[in-house]
């Protein structure tokens, strides 16, 4: 084929179009791991958590999370009798290192927090770019190469678990450490809880033991009234949590 | 930096993160709305007695939309990256949606309404002056120097339409801004559906007064005679506005103590003691009631032009910093209390960094400085006007 | 009358123009992922999946500690992970000639599940630990993989 100056101003924006997606390389998926079976949730058992903050050491480690800001939290409650609206609450460095004993009457318990990964996330539709998205598995995720870290997620959600990391100046929270569970592995929380109090759970899946608990057991969501659809699921919880 | 926090609150919400170059973003943005508003006026609803503000709350709107997005290009935390608001905007988010509606009004409407308004000065300065700035006229003319009587003829009808779009393009841009924050139901504070109103209310009053004080004192500067009739007008648009804006702000408070919802006790403990004095005292007594009495007594009663000049001026300066006040109580008061409503956090404002207050006032300044370019390069006095070149007047902009 | 609009029509120019370049700006630069899944760059995700991870995971210690998988089968710890007290080892996994795990001290690890707390469970194993023992480490009498004192202290195990 003769190359004349026409065919040359055809093919050369096509060769530079298609360099472009050669370049850009395929979508990469670990080889078993099909998005669109999972779709990821939590369980978090009150009544079994002692607030011992291994969940809260374990994220830190595992996601290299910044001192001071947190993936993942636990907040110490002590319940007067009356209001229930106004429980004295604590978590001295987000329960990190432990809580300082105390003997103290009436109801007392730990709630561990984190990110609900919300089906209809209010951090995901305020968005602005697109860096916050969730995931066809179910996970609220963050784009840390696309984020302005114009912070209108961190307003938006409405249990406090994101945050700006100060060394990378975008958005972060907790991503239910999907690099491990794609790969058939537990997230690092529900790794070391030495309770069970928190457990991973696949809610396509049918076999997940996680499916019948809810099925059988009185479970909550947190702030219920702002339809986020959240996933994270709290066994035995008190009307005091906020 | 310990911050130092009152009760209890998510681990992650001590630190604020919206800083006060949030709450001047607001606070220009409302000054473009209202500026344009109150020219409009002139140009649409036909209050002939505002006409020598015209040109200048034009000019104003410009200055301030051009600084606007600063205090939010500084407070990113990748600036760099701002043009994906454009590329890829989600459409869900208010923010992504409000960079096309700020592109729209600098655009299609504030910069081609000066543009036709100015353009028989432009093409005139084009020809007449020397220098590098003759380039600059060049430019502006686009190329074209016909300003015949029916090019003209054409300009004004095109420049009453954009007026006219404009109204509710103005109205769109800063109740946008309200909306942004009125749509967030994680925050009490800021989620209402009378936020977008409010928003545009107290911009129409700021921006209302910020011409006032503009025209009075550029007047003043210039040794011309202030047209008291223009003055009493805007003065009086400036009362009706502001009571409309004050019965707004109450009808949400009263709204908020009445039904007394979950979150009620804990921004009413809040607005008793961290919000008292920017609130209570500064927004509402200093900066609300007292300009809405001074206006309304010279409606009332019969004041002399000098006293009546000093009235107006103290009630613009307090409108200014009553609104200032007003974007400082919406964006940071919204985030010293936690969204477990059980405690209370505290606003470092740093000095000499990227979002403190030296940055601050450094934004504040710089509309003036380009209000000041503006001015030299776009007479927009009455008298600086060009004569028109037969004995057909543009029924406006010059007189 | 086309005169009349020429200025019209250059301003019309310069606004076609400009969304011209923007359009092709727009080709040129937003991520070819961006759309694949949703609103976002599709390639997000395998960025975030492709993470390095810091904890093995409990299967991976078992593959070779059988020895300790059989003492903890026979106690209450048998539901604890092993980097829940020993940290994160997926390094020492990778590489367990080279990377050694930390020594533990008893006296710091086990205080943090077991020290008395009014907001802990009631059924929880809990001791006020300076009353408890007298300032000596936990391992003295207890044997942290199967952790109830059942004779004297089973020595030939060691001390892991």
Known sequence: MDITRRRLLVLLPAAAVAWRYVLAGTPEASPNYRLTEHWWGMLIDIPKCIGCGSCVRACAEENDVPEGYYRTWIERYHVLDWPVERPEVESPNGGKYGFPPRAEDGKNFFVPKLCNHCAESPCTQVCPVGATFVSPDGVVLVDKNYCLGCRYCVQACPYGCRFINPKTKTAEKCTLCYHRITKGLTTACCEVCPTGARQLADLKNPKDPIHEFLRTHTVQVLKPHMATGAKVFYNGMDGSVR | MQIPVEGFMYPNEVELQWSILIVLYPY??????????????????????????????????????????????????????????????HRSSAMAMFGFVYLW??????????????????VLLSQTTTGALRFVYRVLTLGSSNISERSLRIDERVGYFITLIGIPSAFLLHGYVGFIFGSIKANPWWSSPLMPIVFVFSAMVSGISAVMLLYMLSTRLRGKEI????????ARYLLYTFIIDFSLEMLDLLQRIYEADESFRSLDFMVHTRLWTSQVIVQILLGTVTPIVLLGLTQVLRINDIARKRVYGLAGCLTMIGIFAMRWNVVIGGQLFSKSFLGYTTYKMAFATREGLLTAIALMILPFVILWVLVKLLPPWPESASSPSSDVVPAHGTS | MFKDIEHLIRLAAVIALALAAFVILRAAVVPLSFGQYGHYRGAAISEVASRPMAFAGHEACEGCHTDVVDQKKLGKHVVVACEACHG?????????????????????????????????PKGFPQVATADHSGGLACSTCHQPHRPKIETAKIETEGKK
């Open chain 2, 28 to 89: 220009i943005t409302g000054l473009v709305a209202g500026a344009f508003i109150l020219a409009s006026l002139e140009r649409v609803f036909q209050v002939q007695a505002v006409k020598p503000t015209y040109r200048l709350a034009l000019l104003t709107a410009l200055a301030f939309l051009l600084v606007a997005p600063l205090p939010l290009q500084l407070h990113l935390g990748h600036p760099e990256r701002s043009l994906e608001m454009y590329l890829t905007p």
């Open chain 2, 105 to 122: 009004y600098l655009m299609g409407v504030l910069l081609l309404e000066i543009w036709l308004d100015y353009r028989r000065e432009i």
């Open chain 2, 227 to 234: 047209d008291m009739c223009c003055l009493d007008t805007i």
């Open chain 3, 88 to 120: 994160a080892l997926a390094k020492h996994a990778d590489d367990p000639g080279s990377v050694q795990p930390p020594k533990l001290d008893t006296a710091v690890v086990c205080a943090r599940c077991h020290e008395a707390n009014s907001a802990k």
